[in-house]
């Protein structure tokens, strides 16, 4: 696979980091997640519901679970053949579109959407940002609603560390190195993962986003209201927050 592209185009990057992506521990998270984004959303299995950056389907196949008609949209082949398989193995009926988020758009056929484990900010140009966000806003029906997820600004900013490892339950050691650019609007990423004597070293950058320019963007796109969260569960985004949540409706 080339290295000219970006590294979210990349199949060789997905691949290499799908166990330390989505891990055991991870998928066993899926659940308790699902029903506090149920919650904090305010939804009911008579909602369409899409599922922006899927991956796997971890979460997609939760809401199919509890009768939801869910559609997962992710660009990477190998997730989408992968949440398709566990879904035909728990004999679950879901929607799955290997596509790029800011391709996908289908005009007001969604009730709630969902983008969650920092599944956004990868592009270089903030208006391929703001372009899939746009996506997902079209994409939803009048009155819909977004829930947003990531590692915010303030959050990142409050433990971040330059370097630091782990090691993974197979034995697998990682080693993250991280660099803050661009006036804290960039964050460079190296890691590296040993098992055995094989040696993967993989790079990715993402745009960090504080709660205010979040917000901001999605009131821009047209939504009409914005509002953070410290967490799933709905906990004020202050100085003990753990994650950042905006649940945005049109």
């Not at 053949?81 to 929607?95: C, P, S, V």
């Not at 782990?166 to 034995?171: A, C």
């Not at 993967?200 to 205010?212: D, G, L, N, W």
């Amino acid at each position: 696979m080339s290295k000219d592209k970006p590294w979210y185009e990349r199949e060789d990057f997905w691949e290499d980091t799908e166990s330390l992506i989505f891990g055991e521990k991870r998928l066993e998270q899926a659940s308790d997640e699902m029903e506090q984004v149920i919650a904090l959303m305010k939804l009911d299995p008579s909602m369409k519901i899409l599922d922006m950056c899927c991956g796997v389907g971890r979460h997609t196949i939760e809401l199919a679970r509890r009768g939801f008609d869910v559609t997962g949209v992710d660009r990477t082949q190998r997730y989408i053949d992968r949440a398709a398989a566990q879904a035909e193995k728990q004999q679950l009926e879901i929607r799955l579109v290997c596509e790029d988020m800011r391709n996908f758009c289908e005009p007001e056929k969604f009730d709630a959407a969902i983008n969650l484990f920092t599944s956004f900010g990868y592009f270089d140009d903030p208006a391929d940002d703001k372009l899939a966000a746009l996506n997902i806003y079209n994409s939803l029906k009048p009155g819909g609603v977004l829930l947003m997820e990531m590692g915010g600004k303030e959050t990142l900013a409050r433990i971040f560390q330059p370097r630091d490892w782990y090691e993974q339950e197979d034995g697998t050691i990682i080693l993250e190195e991280r660099n803050t650019a661009r006036d804290w609007s960039w964050m460079e990423n190296r890691w590296i993962l040993l098992k055995g004597d094989k040696r993967i070293e993989q790079h990715f950058c993402h745009r960090p986003y504080s709660a205010t320019e979040l917000k901001n963007l999605l009131l821009d796109c047209g939504f009409s209201t914005a509002q953070a969260f410290g967490s799933l569960e709905g906990s004020p985004y202050d100085h003990e927050a753990k994650r950042l949540a905006v649940l945005a409706r049109k």
